[in-house]
């Protein structure tokens, strides 16, 4: 493992703080941040109404308890010195729910309705909200809008709100690339108007100093740690050292003949965290995403994860410039890769530990090839599943016991092989199981067509449920059971059974006859006779009654049939018949999925 001596540099930050601490329930009284954000502990109230008893501003809608749109709520004014990207953090507990709007505007008067605004409950317990991107990585954060582009001279007002009693304060860290190209004017410090100042957060080992320099005046210092206000004795110059008596309020007051000013700027120091050493790791490629904070312990190293920002970075400049931190789950190739962490102060990422870094080594998870679903034919004694062509670096365990790639199953089931990669340091595995299923060899079970026509339908019917597909003749075949446009006479059709458990084949012929016939000379169904067999090769249609008498035979150039047998008119009755034809194969064949029966009328 190897860290890093560095110096860095934080563009704006902020931190919590028990004791009251600068801040405003009202717009018109809204906190200005500039380089330094307040400090804010325990929020209450919400001061005057500044929507003028309106039930909603934006996404925000007044409390059912308090009939007001503010709620333990506070403002803070910011104006844009440089053009660029802008963005914001609110960090906070996890376990609590925080709000904000925020407003274009120079007029507390006049706040219109908010460009950036976020109502959603913190049902997820985030730490974060914002406008931007979260600094945690959680690219899921739905308590987020997107950047600001923004323009020199803007004025914007920012509230935050809590519907609740349950808040322990929150801190504001700006974000953006305007801090990149304008790390010293990103924001203009002109609306600051106090002689100390704006806020001061800083690390433990940095060096504050609080100048009150005044022409001809005298000076007092004083500081609140949350008791209220003590005189520090013995401190009676313009300038302060801040850093050995650490986080507070701390106010002046400056004497001068002709007035005495008093100036009141918080100061907080936060403790500098520790990165801690983060052992390498392995990861098999088949999880598809490798979930960075399952090295946060590690990083941390017992301190609280309340209280840091963990970040993991793909570059060593981007960890010490806190960009691009990479997402939670991340897409892990095969190989080694080096990442980079770092812990960062939550309420002031200015505290940062130098990184660390580790690598992630992805290892070939088995990739399988063979079928989930195999099918045991009817009449066949086993089948073999598994990988036909197995790599010898994997292992194989069945749910038999046995261990080779492939084995042999004669009973319908679902069977389980786990393959390992033998050849991975985390000898990566995977679990595959393979459905067994007992088919039937498919028939064709009739053949339907319309009315004899020179373009006819076919639909072909399998005796089973199956995944079939289908063919006419020499044509290609399809998924769909129906053809369309099939010429009168001889056809072959055909069925295939998609899980290998064979074809049927037949014959057909594509033919028409009446169901009735009326022999009475009227010109109008006088005979009898099929349709389209003159299409056919040697066709034979023997004709007979109920007691399978033969009453006439029809060959291809013979005549209808008459209704009369030896001259002698046959009574109105029902008629059988069968027609036979010599088939592709040169066989004599009796004709399938034809009717055999019709109707003589008089």
Known sequence: MKWYRIIFYVLLFSSFYTVSAQTSADCTAAIPICSNTPVNGVINGFGADDFNGANNTGCLESNNNSGAIESNSAWYHFKTGASGELGFNISFNASEDWDFALYKTNDCSNLGDPIRCNFFDNAEEVSYAGVGEDPSGNIENFQYEEWL??????????????????????SIQFSGNIFVTNPSDALDCSIINNLLGAPIIACVNENIDLDATTTNATYEWFLNTGNGFGRIIGETNALLNASMLGSGIY????????????????????????????ANDFFCTADVTYDLYQKNNEVLGGQSPDNFLIGYYASLVDAINQTNPLPRYYEKSLGEETFYVTVASKDNPKCIDTPWDFTITGEQTPELNFEEEVFLCEGAT??????????????????????????????????????????SINRCSVDKEVAVYISTTPKIKEVLFNEIQTNNTV????????????????????????????????????????????????????????????????????????????????????????????????????????????????????????????????????????????????
């Open 251 to 278: 106010r002046v007051r400056v004497s001068t003949p002709g007035e005495t000013i008093i100036s009141d700027v918080q100061v907080v120091f936060s403790d500098l965290p520790l990165t801690y050493e983060v």
């Open 382 to 423: 086993a089948v073999v599943i598994g990988e036909q062509i197995p790599n010898i670096n994997y292992s194989y365990e069945w749910s038999t016991g046995e261990t080779t790639p492939t084995i042999n199953v004669d009973e319908a089931g679902v069977y389980t092989v786990t393959v390992t990669n033998t050849a």
């Open 459 to 602: 639909t072909i019917v399998a005796d089973l449920e199956g995944n079939y597909e289908y063919r006419l003749d020499d044509s290609d075949y399809q998924k769909s059971n129906v053809f369309t446009n099939v010429l009168p006479g001889m056809h072959r059709v055909e069925l295939i059974d998609l899980n290998g458990c064979g074809t049927s084949v037949e014959s057909i012929v594509v033919v028409g006859f009446l169901n009735f016939f009326t022999p009475n000379s009227d010109g109008s169904n006088d005979t009898w006779n099929i349709i389209g067999i003159r299409e056919l090769d040697n066709p034979e249609v023997v004709i007979y009654d109920a007691f399978g008498k033969i009453l006439k035979r029809i060959y291809k150039d013979s005549s209808p049939w008459d209704g009369t047998y030896n001259g002698v008119p046959m009574p109105s009755s029902d008629y059988w018949f069968k027609l036979s034809y010599v088939d592709f194969d040169g066989q004599r064949t009796v004709a399938k999925f034809l009717g055999n029966h019709f109707t003589l009328k008089r």
């Open 149 to 170: 582009q923004v323009e020199p001279g803007e004025d914007y007002y920012l509230l935050i709100n809590n519907f609740s009693n349950n808040n322990t304060g929150f």
